[in-house]
């Protein structure tokens, strides 16, 4: 009992320690499109709740593939549904306001 | 309890069997759960990118110590949890019961900061996405909306969740008075643990989402 709760008292004062990171971090002058680095520390923060408290590593096989296979569609789901979005190319529409905007500015 | 110990349905071949089935179950409900909240990331994903400076303010107007607080609760919770179930490995059914009393009491306090402090002050400052005085104006206000429609849903599901696994905590109390478990048999008490720490999971993401990548 005494290793359990050392066991899981170590991995609360991590989650606490990678939480304050996150929250220093979210505070660093990261350009808009890096900023969900700041993830980081949040992702390791599952690993160590999904490995600790929810023991994945314990039990039959079937758990950890079950855990894989969540892992694994979660990555396809994200990444071909923000496959098109991540890659277009926006072009400004030229609309009737802003050329006449263009006309009416003082030379 | 020994009775309870060591009974099994026909179908298994082992009160282990049975026991290993069922945690099995959950994982395989989770990994549908993973799923659902999927949906709800690429939402995030898709509709920050092509709403970059509203959505930004909109994340710039939550309030940043209520998030920060309550991952600090979840987190603490499912610690409290999953020392109870090391309790009742252990033999010590009453010290599990003050554990999921911790948890839960830890639970209610985030969604009382949630939905009782959080939301309200959302709605009173003119945040609710479809108000006709949205607070704010400007180009951006279309991505400051989208924003709030994410924050809303996002964290409705996950209090309705909440909700669910303190029911589910409370059931586990009452059975754990009746004697219901021991260190042979406590297969309940695990399978809701994975559930309080698959709650706590969905809020490690939605925390940085929500709080931390629009502001800076």
């Known amino acids: ?107 | 309890m020994a009775s309870t110990a060591v009974a099994h349905d026909f179908q298994y071949s082992s009160p282990a069997h049975q026991a290993q089935t069922a945690i099995a179950g959950m994982w395989l409900f989770l990994a549908t759960e993973v799923l659902l909240f999927g949906g709800l990331i690429l939402c995030w994903i898709f509709s920050r990118h092509a709403n970059q400076p509203g959505f930004d303010a909109g994340a710039r107007e939550t309030t940043l110590w209520i998030g920060t607080l309550n991952t600090a609760l979840l987190v603490t919770s499912s610690f409290a949890y999953s020392v109870g179930l090391a309790f009742i490995r252990a033999g010590n059914a009453r010290a599990m019961i003050w554990c999921l009393r911790a948890a839960v009491l830890l639970g209610m306090v985030f969604l009382a900061l949630k939905f009782g402090l959080e939301w309200h002050r959302d709605f009173a400052e003119h945040l609710f996405p479809a108000a006709p005085q949205f607070k704010l104006h400007g180009a951006g206000q279309g991505g400051a909306r989208l924003f709030f429609v994410f924050y809303f849903i996002s964290t409705a599901l996950h209090g309705v969740h909440m909700m669910v696994g303190i029911a589910l905590v409370f059931w586990i109390i009452v059975r754990a008075r009746r004697g219901a478990f021991s260190p042979l048999y406590h297969t309940p008490v695990q399978a809701v643990g994975l559930y309080w720490s698959f709650v706590d999971i969905v809020w490690l993401t939605l925390y940085p989402l929500i709080y931390l990548i629009g502001r800076g």
């Open chain 1, 1 to 107: 009992m005494r290793r359990a709760f050392a066991k899981l008292l170590g991995t609360w004062l991590l989650l606490l320690l990678l939480g304050a990171l996150e929250f220093a971090s979210s505070f660093l002058p990261l350009a808009r499109c890096w900023r969900p680095l700041i993830m980081l520390p949040g992702v390791l923060m599952i690993l160590a709740v999904a490995v600790s408290f929810m023991e994945v590593r314990k039990g039959p096989t079937i758990i950890r593939a079950f855990a894989a296979a969540a892992a694994f569609w979660l990555l396809i789901l994200l990444a071909l549904g923000s496959a098109d979005p991540l890659t277009r190319i926006d072009y400004r529409l030229q609309t009737g306001e802003e050329h006449d905007a263009t006309i009416s500015s003082p030379p």
